[in-house]
């Protein structure tokens, strides 16, 4: 996916309201997303039929063969939505009734998410929290209506926000992670190239493409300890070899070894060591003396 940046943008959205109706077959180049306020509808998508009541959501995907009906009077606030960034954007557009055929706009397509390992949005959704997504998509939709900049762009977040809550609560996260390239390999690496600096869990969590809490978890499961600890051992180990090999000062090396200041390293020299940075190097230097050879 990360050839394909999700980043939403709504294309057109509105408070549909209309008389029974219904819309003969098309495919799509963008998403759609619908929100059933009031009405029964019928929706076939892919040759599946999907009875819609108040309440419910639909996304339907690119490509995605369908037929829309509505069987009663209905309000279906709705919005067509790019989720991935591309250069096309703005040439990108709804379909209208009876383009089944995409030949000729196959470049304009969307990627399906459902394309991607361990991601499978049903066409009706199931939100965890229906009130929630509910309530943030009909602002979305209101947002939209105006035409100023600072309430497009808030319909925008909106949307993101929307997005957001759907890939939540529909994509396998654990299988997820199985598919990308998350081991812990590089972790040594980086941290050791960036001792010196004030790494976060947050930081690091990033650069995994994980939230913090499933970073410590995953990184813990990896390597053992949790990577403050870790982090910790590696400064600490460093310091060693600075204070056995170098003629640097001591506040030198707890500035080297991304220590506050000399007290912080101090304390936590002597809790890992089990003796203070000065009486290390003594013991080191008296030990090398003592066979010179080594």
Not at 243 to 259: M, N, P, Q, R, V
């Amino acid at each position: 996916m990360a050839k394909h940046p999700i980043v939403p943008y709504i294309r057109e959205s509105d408070y549909a309201v209309r008389r029974p109706w219904m819309y003969s077959a098309r495919r799509l180049l963008d998403y759609l997303l619908v929100y059933f306020q009031e009405g029964d509808c019928l929706f076939h998508v892919d040759g599946v039929p999907y009875e819609f009541r108040p309440g419910d959501f639909c996304l339907i995907q690119p490509r995605s063969l369908n037929v829309l009906e509505g069987r009663t009077n209905t309000i279906t606030p709705f919005a067509h939505m790019d989720l991935f960034y591309d250069a096309s954007r703005e040439e990108r557009f709804p379909t209208r009734n009876g383009m089944i055929d995409l030949e000729p706009y196959e470049h304009l397509i969307q990627p399906r998410l459902n394309d991607f390992h361990g991601i499978s949005i049903p066409v009706r959704l199931r939100p965890k929290h229906p009130l929630a997504l509910r309530d943030k998509f009909l602002e979305m939709v209101e947002c939209w209506q105006h035409r100023d900049p600072l309430m497009q762009l808030r319909a925008q977040s909106l949307g993101t926000e929307v997005i957001l809550a759907i890939l939540e609560d529909h994509t396998d996260l654990k299988q997820t992670e199985k598919a990308a390239p998350q081991r812990m390999n590089w972790i040594t690496s980086f941290l050791s190239l960036n001792l010196a600096e004030p790494l976060s869990i947050s930081e690091m969590a990033a650069r995994a493409n994980l939230s913090p809490s499933r970073f410590s978890a995953k990184f813990k499961e990896q390597l053992g300890v949790s990577p403050h600890k870790y982090l910790l051992q590696l400064r600490i180990r460093h310091a060693q070899e600075l204070l056995t090999g170098s003629k640097h000062t001591i506040e030198d090396i707890a500035d080297y070894c991304g220590f506050a200041d000399v007290h912080h390293f101090t304390k936590a020299f002597k809790k890992e060591v089990g003796t203070a940075p000065g009486a290390y190097r003594g013991k080191q230097s008296q030990s090398k003396s003592a066979n010179p050879s080594d």
